[in-house]
């Protein structure tokens, strides 16, 4: 059964974690997935810390931390310093999902320059070869595993199946040969993405790639979006009506593949950005926003009763 979860990228400069705890814990929602924010790298372990216990004492449980800005993108530019960064930077990362009680960390992997994509197939290699590193890291931090967000563009690997097949497959390889040092990598999926090319031919629809990715995914993303994977929302009455996400058919695809998932608990987190951000008319928006599309995902992935601690 999947069980829902909420990622804290909305609240970003608008609201406190103390909001968005208050409102999770409203709604039965005990499941976070930290998004990444411009300070996190820098802070004091002491800020992670006390958050977690925040967290704790609304029953919640901060389950996964994930980027939120494609900053980790480094290992794609061809810029040895560029590379550096995003390699401290992902390290620290997995340090702060130490921190909070995290199972999983994870990003999508990065970017290639359009004007230079000739890099993908280095690239490529150089994300993977720090993935492996890394996974000692997370090891060290006492994760469970590493995810990957497969993305919407060939620029931003993995898109299709057979990048998809190789991210994973590679990684594995890897982690099997040193088990006792490193965790696995899954993927962090995401039922909106698919692939459209320039001239919004669709390449790769979204539910077929969110279903080839079910053996290797440990956690999603919910969102909605429009049909050539353009736009991204919520799933009020309205924005169902506009979207071409089927909750439904979502709900038939996870319990379709009930067995190949790779972990035992799969937690699907809402994202969305949320209205408008550093409005007076529109921040304000935000609770309906989440609670609204939270709602209606409980409507079909039924939120089982947790014992308060």
Same mark, same amino acid.
């Given at each position: 059964?999947?069980?829902?979860?909420?990622?804290?990228?909305?609240?970003?400069?608008?609201?406190?974690?103390?909001?968005?705890?208050? &409102?999770?814990?409203?709604?039965?929602?005990?499941?976070?997935?930290?998004?990444?924010? *411009?300070?996190?790298?820098?802070?004091d372990?002491?800020?992670? &810390?006390? !958050?977690?216990?925040?967290?704790?004492?609304?029953?919640?449980e901060?389950?996964?931390?994930?980027?939120?800005?494609?900053?980790?993108g480094? *290992?794609?530019?061809?810029?040895a310093?560029?590379?550096?960064?995003?390699?401290?930077?992902?390290?620290? &990362? =997995?340090?702060?999902?130490? !921190?909070?009680?995290?199972?999983?960390?994870?990003?999508?992997?990065?970017?290639?320059?359009?004007?230079?994509d000739?890099?993908?197939?280095?690239?490529?290699?150089?994300?993977?070869?720090?993935?492996?590193e890394?996974?000692?890291?997370?090891?060290? +931090?006492?994760?469970?595993?590493?995810?990957?967000?497969?993305?919407s563009?060939?620029?931003?690997?993995?898109?299709?199946?057979?990048?998809?097949? !190789?991210?994973?497959?590679?990684?594995?390889?890897?982690?099997?040969?040193?088990?006792?040092?490193?965790?696995?990598?899954?993927?962090?999926?995401?039922?909106?993405?698919?692939?459209?090319?320039?001239?919004?031919?669709?390449?790769?629809?979204?539910l077929?790639?969110?279903?080839?990715?079910?053996?290797?995914?440990a956690?999603?993303?919910?969102?909605?979006?429009?049909?050539f *994977?353009?736009?991204?929302?919520?799933?009020?009455?309205?924005?169902?009506?506009k979207?071409?996400?089927?909750?439904?058919? =979502? +709900?038939?695809?996870?319990?379709?593949?009930?067995?190949?998932?790779?972990?035992?608990?799969?937690?699907?987190?809402?994202e969305?950005?949320?209205?408008?951000?550093?409005?007076?008319?529109?921040?304000? !928006?935000l609770?309906?926003?989440?609670?609204?599309?939270?709602?209606? &995902?409980?409507?079909?992935?039924?939120?089982?009763?947790?014992?308060?601690?």
């Open positions: 059964m999947i069980k829902l979860g909420v990622k804290s990228d909305p609240i970003l400069y608008r609201y406190s974690f103390d909001w968005l705890f208050e &409102l999770m814990a409203q709604e039965d929602i005990h499941f976070l997935q930290l998004g990444s924010f *411009f300070e996190l790298y820098q802070l372990d002491d800020y992670f &810390l006390d !958050l977690r216990k925040k967290a704790e004492s609304y029953n919640i901060i389950k996964s931390v994930f980027t939120a800005h494609r900053e980790l480094g *290992f794609f530019t061809g810029n310093n560029l590379e550096k960064i995003a390699r401290k930077n992902y390290e620290r &990362l =997995i340090e702060v999902a130490g !921190l909070v009680g995290a199972s999983y960390c994870g990003s999508n992997p990065g970017a290639v320059y359009r004007d230079h000739d890099n993908k197939k280095e690239g490529i290699h150089s994300y993977l070869t720090h993935m492996k890394l996974s000692k890291v997370a090891k060290n +931090n006492g994760l469970k595993a590493l995810t990957i967000e497969p993305m563009s060939l620029f931003e690997p993995p898109t299709t199946p057979e990048e998809i097949d !190789l991210f994973i497959n590679d990684l594995s390889g890897y982690h099997l040969k040193n088990q006792d040092t490193t965790v696995p990598t899954y993927l962090c999926g995401d039922i909106s993405h698919g692939l459209a090319d320039s001239s919004k031919d669709i390449i790769h629809k979204n077929d790639l969110f279903e080839h990715g079910i053996s290797k995914m956690e999603f993303h919910f969102k909605n979006t429009d049909e *994977f353009h736009s991204t929302f919520g799933f009020s009455a309205i924005e169902q009506q979207g071409i996400i089927d909750l439904e058919n =979502i +709900n038939k695809i996870c319990e379709k593949h009930k067995d190949s998932w790779p972990v035992e608990e799969v937690i699907g987190y809402l969305i950005n949320g209205p408008k951000l550093g409005r007076d008319y529109t921040d304000n !928006l609770g309906e926003a989440l609670t609204t599309s939270l709602k209606e &995902l409980k409507k079909v992935f039924k939120v089982p009763e947790i014992t308060q601690k």
